[in-house]
């Protein structure tokens, strides 16, 4: 009977919740709110004619957008973003995997100094190490195109792979490799047709996070690219800049245009790459 009559007193106190979990939902509708509004009037401006003081403009016109492409040259913009960022995936990808692969099954004195070290770039806020690898690479004659831009992105990069692809490569039995090379396959037989098939998730997971994290670093990419070599994110920051001289609409068009990229990838993202697998190790790595 007290099981009985606890069960809807349970899920009484379940609906109604706590003064503190309606203060952290409160929160939450709150930041939400405001997000849809910021992102809805920028949304509304990029289509309207006029705005001045009223809820809605007086007009919609779907023309800022084609004003926006030619004054900004998004096409070329777009076309750099694409090869940088198809750039840093292939470089980090063939330097992270064998990395990856040194990692999980190989055990070195210092192997969690060399983790961290991987790690530092990543917690790091960009603008840290940015600053001065931006005047390394200007020293030597990199920055100011698309070789700076592409070398500063893989700072980040390859150890953001390494440390997706470490993981995958743990759950590897090695028994799987000790009988390939029993059946004589040699380390290029080995990696190509026994370890590729089965790492496929993992390249495919890091590539597109690495494609995701790319289109939308923004310092790294400021402090090395030149004016042929800037991308989405950089160009709209520009536009912003000089918001006096062009049509609000226009640069909130622009806005709109690269905030539905960085959504269309994402969805990507979301679609092939579990978010579930990007953890931490599960095991403390043996020393």
Excluded: H
């Excluded at 900004?72 to 992270?96: A, K, M, R």
């Excluded at 993202?269 to 931490?280: D, E, G, I, K, M």
Aim: proline share 6%; hydrophobic share 55%; with cysteine.
């Amino acid at each position: 009977m007290a099981t009985t009559l606890g069960a809807p007193a349970r899920a009484r106190r379940r609906i109604v919740g706590t003064p503190s979990s309606w203060l952290v939902w409160g929160v939450v509708a709150f930041f939400l709110v405001n997000l849809a509004g910021v992102v809805g009037s920028v949304l509304v401006s990029s289509f309207g004619t006029r705005w001045f003081g009223t809820w809605l403009p007086e007009g919609f016109t779907g023309s800022w957008y084609a004003s926006a492409w030619r004054e900004f040259g998004l096409f070329d913009v777009v076309w750099v973003t694409l090869q940088v960022s198809l750039l840093v995936v292939l470089i980090s990808v063939l330097i992270g995997v064998p990395a990856s692969y040194v990692l999980a099954r190989r055990d070195f004195p210092g192997k969690k100094l060399v983790y961290f070290a991987f790690l530092l770039p990543i917690l790091m806020p960009p603008i840290t190490y940015g600053i001065p690898l931006a005047t390394v690479l200007y020293k030597y004659g990199f920055a100011g195109n698309m070789s700076g831009v592409v070398l500063a992105n893989l700072v980040p990069s390859v150890p953001f792979v390494i440390l997706t692809m470490t993981p995958f490569i743990e759950q590897i039995n090695p028994s799987i490799e000790a009988a390939a090379r029993m059946c004589g396959a040699g380390v290029r037989a080995m990696f190509l047709r026994v370890l590729g098939p089965l790492l496929v998730p993992g390249i495919l997971a890091a590539a597109i996070l690495v494609l995701v994290r790319t289109v939308g670093m923004f310092e790294l990419t400021f402090l090395t690219a030149g004016p042929d070599s800037q991308t989405l994110v950089v160009s709209l920051y520009y536009a912003m800049s000089a918001a006096g001289i062009r049509a609000q609409q226009s640069v909130d068009a622009m806005a709109v245009i690269y905030t539905s990229t960085m959504l269309v990838l994402l969805v990507v993202a979301l679609r092939y790459v579990n978010p579930t697998q990007l953890v931490a190790r599960v095991k403390e790595t043996p020393q």
